[in-house]
T-cell receptor, first 115, second 114 residues
Framework: AQTVTQSQPEMSVQEAETVTLSCTYD???????LFWYKQPPSRQMILVIR??????QNATENRFSVNFQKAAKSFSLKISDSQLGDAAMYFC????????????FGQGTILTVHP | EPEVTQTPSHQVTQMGQEVILRCVPI?????FYWYRQILGQKVEFLVS????????KSEIFDDQFSVERPDGSNFTLKIRSTKLEDSAMYFC????????????FGPGTRLTVT
């Protein structure tokens, strides 16, 4: 069974500053993928970034980057130069190799961006 | 840019009634999914569908739920006899391939059971 834990129910950051959202996971799969999804008030789920577990290099997408620590089963999201539009619920998710892509989500972290 | 669409955006139904939630996945995608999110809670997997059959389902997906792809474009979720606890946001998602590819989510259908 796979589990994903986000221990920060809420986080806040000043506009233009950097914030890090935490995520830990547990899986018995040897091959898996990790994702961060953003859910704004519209409730649409938007993929922010993904990481292949077999890759040691941390994924980066513009202002978004991850710190993937495979041994520690940790997958944090760093948002640099935060913008007001980054305010949303952020979900960490895991998809395992033996499943047909089933995503297991964490509880989510609400990010507030202060002007 | 292609996108997943869902209809209706909001459905209100009475307890015990049947509802069908509709999704049109991205046209060249082969894997289809339903998730649900009870207000204020995390997103939960319901079912995955590939090659015209269910490939995986969760404990939530009991005999009251069914899925089908009736015409090669639509992907539907049916709840036969709705309960109050079925009130949630239901998301459809699709993917080109399995676990190693991005799932594209639709905007969701908000189901309210009264």
């Amino acid at each position: 069974a796979q589990t994903v834990t986000q221990s920060q129910p809420e986080m806040s950051v000043q506009e233009a500053e950097t914030v890090t959202l935490s995520c830990t996971y547990d899986t018995s799969e040897s091959d898996y993928y990790l994702f961060w999804y953003k859910q704004p008030p519209s409730r649409q789920m938007i993929l922010v970034i993904r990481q292949e577990a077999y890759k040691q290099q941390n994924a980066t997408e513009n202002r978004f980057s991850v710190n993937f620590q495979k041994a520690a089963k940790s997958f944090s999201l760093k948002i640099s130069d935060s913008q007001l539009g980054d305010a949303a619920m952020y979900f960490c998710a895991n998809a395992g190799g033996t499943s047909y892509g089933k995503l297991t989500f964490g509880q989510g972290t609400i990010l507030t961006v202060h002007p | 840019e292609p996108e997943v669409t869902q209809t209706p955006s909001h459905q209100v139904t009475q307890m015990g009634q049947e509802v069908i939630l509709r999704c049109v996945p991205i046209s060249n995608h082969l894997y289809f999914y339903w998730y649900r999110q009870i207000l204020g809670q995390k997103v939960e997997f319901l079912v995955s569908f590939y090659n015209n059959e269910i490939s995986e389902k969760s404990e939530i997906f009991d005999d009251q739920f069914s899925v089908e792809r009736p015409d090669g474009s639509n992907f539907t979720l049916k709840i036969r006899s709705t309960k109050l606890e079925d009130s949630a946001m239901y998301f459809c998602a699709s993917s080109v391939s399995g676990f190693n590819y991005e799932q594209y989510f639709g905007p969701g259908t908000r189901l309210t059971v009264t």
